[in-house]
């Protein structure tokens, strides 16, 4: 079975900071997608950044990077210059392509951002 | 673009009552996905349809949670009897395509059964 393991159940940075968020999954998948999904407190989840497995560069979306470690199935995700509308749980979400292709989220990692 | 809909946003019953929640998604998303969030949890699928047919039920409680999406846009999700550890926010979320395709979320139906 596919799991997703967030390690960090809360982090903080200063405002204007760089903070990096651990993600790391277990599959015997070589083709899967990985996802960083963005839930505000009351607010909808929304996908901050999408990589696919058979591309060897990392996946950026502005100040949102990550580092795709596929060997050993680590899946980080860089915020940079980080801003109080970035605090939020961050969830990282796995995705086989074959069969039923269901999303498999981690626990989640609540980030504090102090101004 | 109207994003996913969802009601109630707040429910709260007593143990061994029912309860129903309803879903409308972004029309034309053919996928349609109900997850549980437990507070301090990440979201856990329990059921996912393609058009009206469903995909993935493998961790739907059958015994007291049913689900269905009649005529492949709105689903609505029962759960009868409630029980205490049902208490969680229930996600209704829709995508374009099954594999890549991003997922949209709805705002959530939080359940607190006393």
């Known amino acids: 079975a596919q799991t997703v393991t967030q390690s960090q159940p809360e982090m903080s940075v200063q405002e204007a900071e760089t903070v990096t968020l651990s993600c790391t999954y277990d599959?015997?998948?070589?083709?899967?997608?990985l996802f960083w999904y963005k839930q505000p407190p009351s607010r909808q989840m929304i996908l901050v950044i999408r990589?696919?497995?058979?591309?060897?560069q990392n996946a950026t979306e502005n100040r949102f990077s990550v580092n795709f470690q596929k060997a050993a199935k680590s899946f980080s995700l860089k915020i940079s210059d980080s801003q109080l509308g970035d605090a939020a749980m961050y969830f990282c979400?796995?995705?086989?392509?074959?069969?039923?292709?269901?999303?498999?989220f981690g626990q989640g990692t609540r980030l504090t951002i102090n101004p | 673009e109207a994003g996913v809909a969802q009601s109630p946003r707040y429910k709260i019953i007593e143990k061994r009552q029912s309860v129903a929640f309803w879903c409308n998604p972004i029309?034309?998303?053919?996928?349609l996905y109900w997850y549980q969030q437990i507070l301090g949890q990440g979201p856990k699928l329990l059921i996912q349809?393609?058009?009206?047919?469903?995909?993935?039920d493998s961790q739907l409680p059958k015994d007291r949670f049913s689900a269905e999406r009649l005529k492949g846009v709105d689903s609505t999700l029962k759960i009868q009897p409630a029980k205490l550890e049902d208490s969680a926010v229930y996600l209704c979320?829709?995508?374009?395509?099954?594999?890549?395709?991003?997922?949209?979320f709805g705002e959530g139906s939080r359940l607190t059964v006393l």
């Open positions: 349809f393609q058009n009206n047919g469903v995909v993935d």
């Open positions: 979320a829709s995508s374009l395509e099954r594999a890549t395709g991003e997922l949209f």
């Open positions: 990589q696919e497995a058979y591309k060897q």
């Open positions: 979400a796995y995705r086989v392509i074959q069969g039923a292709q269901k999303l498999v």
């Open positions: 599959t015997s998948e070589s083709d899967y997608y």
């Open positions: 029309s034309g998303h053919a996928t």
